[in-house]
């Protein structure tokens, strides 16, 4: 269908191009998707998840929020003012759904990250009032550690290429359709311990993961909320790009390399992550599309009370 953003918003000309619905207005009967972007490119972050949530079959409205406790230096101050909202519980009180997107600050202790207590109003919010949410690598395990105080632990080199993941709880259903291994690509240096996550049997659910890098998707049974350690919204040239802003930091970091396409040389040539990317986004999507009809009704039984 149509996924509708604001005005301004800058990729919309290049999506369309590729044949993506975008409309720029507020329609008045769609699903109302938040993104809080704590990238430092947003316009890159906003235009992946943009391309995916446009990919599905129902009316959508992308919602783009930043943390204004925090002063982007990416980001010109009147692209925000224009296309973003600040993330205030008011604001995501009035979405059926929230993504929070990921952040290159695993170097920091949670707590020395300068927007962490506006961040940690927000988590528990959405964990007090059963918000469908995804949250995107860094964001997943800060909110894991909000939640559950689940720590995060350094790997012993960056997790970085494109990486099978296997199914571990087959009747999930935020993994349906994705087959028993999906590609990934992974970008972090950190990861949490799966015992850490089999800890909370009530509460979490570990339902996919690779030896190599760790849990890959924790689905929250109480809150509605999924986890995902990883990038699906990555483009093609997204991991490269990566590797050469990290080379020119002086960072020691080998080339990312795709360990799913073992018949060739490992070359990230293609997404190959793509339809397993929107069969995710679409399943995701069902789980909030459920919770706002459900909002509703309970809405319009209480207004008929």
Not at 99 to 123: K, M, N, S
């Amino acid at each position: 269908m149509t996924l509708f953003v604001p005005q301004g918003f800058a990729a919309i000309r290049e999506l369309v191009s590729e044949g993506c619905p975008l409309i720029a207005g507020h329609p008045d009967r769609t699903l109302r998707i938040g993104l809080l972007n704590l990238m430092p490119k947003k316009k890159i972050a906003e235009r992946q998840f943009a391309r995916l949530l446009s990919a599905d079959s129902r009316n959508i409205e992308l919602a783009p929020l930043h943390m204004a406790s925090h002063q982007a230096r990416h980001c010109p101050t009147f692209y925000l003012n224009r296309v973003y909202r600040p993330a205030t519980i008011g604001t995501i009180a009035r979405l059926d759904g929230l993504i929070v997107t990921g952040a290159p600050i695993e170097h920091l202790e949670f707590c020395d990250v300068d927007y962490w207590r506006q961040l940690a109003a927000i988590l528990d919010f959405v964990r007090a009032s059963h918000m469908p949410a995804l949250f995107i690598c860094w964001a997943a395990q800060a909110a894991l550690y909000r939640c559950y105080g689940i720590a995060k632990k350094p790997l012993e080199e960056k997790a970085f290429g494109v990486f099978p993941q296997h199914i571990i709880e087959s009747g999930s259903e935020i993994a349906a359709g994705l087959g028993p291994v999906f590609p990934t690509p992974v970008s972090r240096h950190t990861t949490v311990e799966p015992l850490d996550i089999l800890k909370h049997p009530r509460s979490l659910k570990l339902v996919a993961g690779c030896d190599q890098t760790g849990p890959a998707l924790v689905e929250d049974r109480m809150t509605r909320s999924v986890y995902m350690f990883n990038h699906l919204e990555y483009e093609v040239d997204t991991l490269h790009k990566e590797y050469r802003r990290d080379r020119l930091l002086g960072h020691s970091i080998g080339e990312p390399l795709d360990h799913c396409n073992v018949a060739s040389t490992g070359k990230i040539g293609e997404i190959t992550w793509g339809t397993t990317a929107r069969r995710f986004f679409t399943n995701w999507l069902d789980r909030v599309a459920v919770h706002a009809c459900l909002a509703h009704r309970i809405k319009t039984d209480r207004k008929v009370a």
